[in-house]
């Protein structure tokens, strides 16, 4: 993935492992906030982020097929970053670690299903996304630029 998630109608792509394009983030300019559209490669959409403000903390939810997948959470408590991540069915996820240097993972019951990590790269801007085998992958990288968008 690539740093610099917010600048105002950016779009980029998401290489896979062998440096083919998997997915596409398309940064919508045109909205007060903040909105991306996850696309596949052939173009079609895999998942919409969209920031969603409270009263007492943001909150960005993903939606898939017209229905709201996860939903993301800054975390109150704590000196590290920290999210709370509650998927459809009621499942819950938490993301830790230095999450403003891109060096984090994302949990669920207590194993990782997602590593993030800018120490692989030489590039500046870059970042990687390792997930657990059998996991969801779109869902799992809407979550990190959800995540991404709210830092």
Known sequence: MREKLLSIGDDFWIEDDQGQRAFKVNGKAVRIRDTFVLEDASGNRVASIRERKLSVRDK???????????????????????????????????????????????????????????????????????????????????????IDSMT
């Open 60 to 146: 960005v939810e993903i939606e898939r097929g017209g229905d709201t997948a996860a939903t993301v959470r800054k975390a109150l408590v704590g000196l590290r970053d920290r999210f709370a991540i509650e998927l459809k069915d009621g499942a819950q996820m938490k993301a830790h670690g230095n999450i403003v240097d891109h060096e984090y993972q994302i949990e669920r019951d207590g194993r990782s299903v997602a590593t993030i990590s800018k120490k692989w790269f030489r590039v500046r801007e870059s970042y990687g996304v390792d997930i657990a085998q059998g996991e969801d992958v779109p869902l799992l990288l809407a979550i990190t630029v959800a």
